[in-house]
C-alpha cells in the first residue's frame, strides 16, 4: 500500500520560511507527478505545486498565489518530495497534503487515490 507522509509544518511569522517534505513509500506505475495541495478552513481544496517525475529535472507547475514564492523539488533517492516556501504570508496558513497525481487534468481536479494525512502552515502577521 502506497504512504505518504508530510513533515515540516509548523507557525511562523509573516514573511518567514518552511520547508515542507513529503516521505513516499513506492511511486505508483500509473502516477506521473507528484504535487503540494492545501485547504485552508472554509475552503476549497487549492493545487500549490506539481513536479513531473518520470524524467529527471521534470517540469514543475505553480499556482500564481504562490509562483516565486515557492519551490517544489524531489529526492528520487529517497523517495521525498519537498515543498520551499518562503516569504509566507497569512493566507499561506492552511493543511498542506502531498499527493500523487496521474496527469495535469487531475492535478487541476485535485483528484488522486495517493494522499498524505496533511501537515498544518500556521502563518501571523
Known amino acids: 500500500q502506497v504512504q505518504l507522509v508530510e513533515s515540516g509544518g509548523g507557525s511562523v511569522q509573516a514573511d518567514g520560511s518552511l520547508r515542507l517534505s513529503c516521505a513516499y513509500s513506492e511511486t505508483p506505475y500509473s502516477m506521473n507527478y507528484l504535487a503540494w495541495f492545501r485547504q485552508a478552513p472554509g475552503k476549497e481544496l487549492e493545487a500549490v505545486a506539481s513536479?513531473?517525475?518520470?524524467?529527471?529535472?521534470?517540469?514543475?507547475f505553480y499556482a500564481d498565489s504562490v509562483k516565486g514564492r515557492f519551490t517544489i523539488s524531489q529526492d528520487n533517492d529517497n523517495n521525498t518530495l519537498f515543498l520551499q516556501m518562503h516569504s509566507l504570508k497569512p493566507e499561506d496558513t492552511a493543511m498542506y497534503y502531498c499527493?500523487?497525481?496521474?496527469?495535469?487534468?487531475?492535478?487541476?481536479?485535485?483528484?488522486?487515490?495517493?494522499w498524505g494525512q496533511g501537515t498544518q502552515v500556521t502563518v501571523s502577521s
Open positions: 513536479i513531473y517525475i518520470r524524467t529527471a529535472g521534470g517540469n514543475t
Open positions: 499527493a500523487f497525481i496521474s496527469s495535469c487534468s487531475a492535478y487541476v481536479r485535485g483528484d488522486s487515490s495517493y
